[in-house]
């Protein structure tokens, strides 16, 4: 009977494992969230002039900024009218400098007055603002909303300062980098309520938001993402906050920015591709949302916690970012990771080990995720690309002194 029973168990346990190794050897492995397109490729041009008003600024060899009013955009070049030609003070805001004009900017029928000059993308500075805090924004279209399992839509701060069109992003080791486009607004004075919004000249330029998935693996809570924990820490770098070439000022923000059409390519596979009208909250819901959950320095962020904003307003040195739709990198852990996870729990010693079961599966679940390279590695390139605000070319590149091995072709 003794023998039975311990045959029988054994053809049990047998059993058992070959199904969980089953269901571990089917595990689906995404590369990617799959996203959407439209049918047109995308055409990059410059706003019409009656529409709004293309600015780009770049440095002179002394040292001052220039401020123009661009007219044409063609590959890594641009070319507008210098805004002193206007009569526009020099000055580093570009709100300033347009404001400061004494002639009225250019139309298509006084587009032949003035000299013309062409300077490369790459000198351009970026078109984002010079803060180190900004208000990032999550799940605001739809479909992305979808693949992140929200339920709606929250905001983050984002430390950092705003890097050129043309820049490089750094891969750290055993980090799961992650790409998103999106459409950025800044303002040409600070904004403590809706009349201020309404007052204000307003700026929209693309914007890119690099995300380290690490940091929001091990920290963000998957059923509330507003607790304030794990997206500063992903979100914030000296390299995460890459910045159009031209700051647009529409005369009419609301049909403007629905729409501005967003895409995002890896080595020239589309990624990404959104119009602003997707957008679950547009940029003055934004405002009203942001300027509501400013009094409690609730996010965390390098250990310690921070405000939204300070002193309770989006100032001139901070960006209101848009969201990003469907189509970034990371998927939620597989069966593989889970059962992964579960056996690493096991092996180091279940509920006498120093981790839980949540800790391990976590951590397996990264290290399969670096092990498969789906995530940006050094060589690759990311390409933000806009109908109406120019766009964003980003090198992944190793720290320095390391050496890599880049992919043997596109993913």
């Known amino acids: 009977m003794r023998k039975k029973i ?104 006084s587009i032949d007055r003035y000299p013309a000059i062409t300077v490369a993308i790459a000198d351009l500075l970026p078109s984002g603002t010079s803060g180190l805090q900004h208000i990032g924004t999550g799940t605001n279209f739809p479909e992305h909303a979808e693949e992140s399992n929200s339920q709606s839509v929250f905001q983050f701060p984002k430390f950092g300062p705003a890097t050129p069109a043309r820049t490089e992003i750094t891969a750290r080791a055993g980090i799961l980098l992650d790409y998103e486009v999106e459409q950025c607004m800044r303002f040409d004075r600070d ?19 690099f995300t380290n998935r690490n940091a929001l693996v091990n920290l963000a809570d998957p059923d509330n993402l507003d607790s304030g924990f794990g997206f500063s820490d992903a979100k914030s770098g000296p390299d995460s906050y890459p910045t159009g070439p031209f700051l647009v000022i529409p005369k009419h923000w609301e049909a403007f920015t629905a729409k501005l059409r967003m895409t995002t390519s890896v080595n020239g596979q589309p990624r990404q591709d ?98 498969s390279g789906h995530f940006l590695q050094p060589g690759d390139i990311v390409r933000h690309g806009s109908n109406l605000m120019g766009d964003i070319a980003v090198t992944v590149v190793a720290p320095t002194g390391v050496q890599f091995n880049p992919r043997s072709s596109p993913e």
């Open 274 to 371: 959104a119009r602003g009208k997707e957008m679950t909250l547009n940029f003055r819901q934004l405002v009203e949302k942001a300027l509501s959950d400013m009094s409690e320095p609730r996010f965390l962020y390098k250990d310690a916690f921070h405000l939204l904003a300070k002193d309770n307003r989006i100032d001139t040195s901070s960006t209101l970012m848009s969201g990003t739709a469907e189509g970034v990198i990371f998927t939620p852990p597989t069966r593989r990771d889970i059962i992964d996870g579960m056996f690493h729990y096991v092996s180091q010693g279940g509920p006498f080990s120093h981790m839980t079961m949540l800790d391990a599966i976590r951590s397996k679940f990264i290290e399969n995720e670096v092990k």
């Open 191 to 209: 904004i403590s309520s809706l009349a201020d919004f309404d007052a204000a000249v307003k700026g929209v330029f693309l914007c890119g938001d």
């Open 6 to 109: 311990f045959r029988y168990s054994g053809i049990f346990v047998l059993l058992i494992a070959a199904i969980v190794l089953l269901a571990r050897a089917t595990s689906p492995d995404p590369k990617l969230n799959p996203a959407s397109f439209e049918s047109e490729p995308l055409v990059q041009a410059i706003a019409p002039l009656d529409e709004a008003i293309t600015l780009a600024q770049y440095k002179t060899e002394s040292g001052e900024t220039v401020t123009m009013q661009i007219l044409a955009f063609t590959g890594e070049t641009a070319t507008g009218v210098d805004l002193a030609e206007l009569g526009a003070a020099p000055g580093d805001d570009p709100f300033e400098a347009l404001a400061s004009a004494k002639a009225a900017p250019v139309t298509e029928k």
